[in-house]
């Protein structure tokens, strides 16, 4: 098993920045690829960025060159930088883990942004 942690989330007028970060702790050995995603009230969740164990990174296009993932595995932890927040990235973040074919999710942090 998997533990996940975020923390970070808050509320910010639109145009602010906030940092999320994700902490995994239980069964954490082998490769992994770690993200982002979120839920916003009524809606699916949805993909905001992952990250692998290399560093490779992908984004959905709604949040490209306004977010930055990365990720410190020697701490297990995973960031998220939100830059230049809009009204519509309020939501739900919540971190994912995905090993051996496993999905393992936090609790999600809320990220709120006011126009």
């Known amino acids: 098993q998997v533990q996940l942690v975020e923390s970070g989330g808050g509320l910010v007028p639109a145009g602010g920045s906030l940092r999320l970060s994700c902490v995994a702790s239980g069964s954490i050995f082998g490769f992994n690829s770690m993200g982002w995603y979120r839920q916003a009230p009524g809606k699916q969740r949805e993909l905001v960025a992952t990250?692998?164990?290399?560093?490779?990174?992908n984004y959905a296009d709604y949040v490209k060159s306004r977010f930055t993932i990365s990720r410190d595995s020697a701490k297990n932890t995973v960031y998220l930088q939100m830059n230049s927040l809009k009204p519509e990235d309020t939501a739900v973040y919540h971190c994912?883990?995905?090993?051996?074919?496993?999905?393992?999710w936090g609790q999600g942090t809320q990220v709120t942004v006011s126009s």
């Open positions: 990250v692998t164990r290399g560093g490779s990174s």
């Open positions: 994912n883990d995905l090993r051996q074919g496993i999905n393992y």
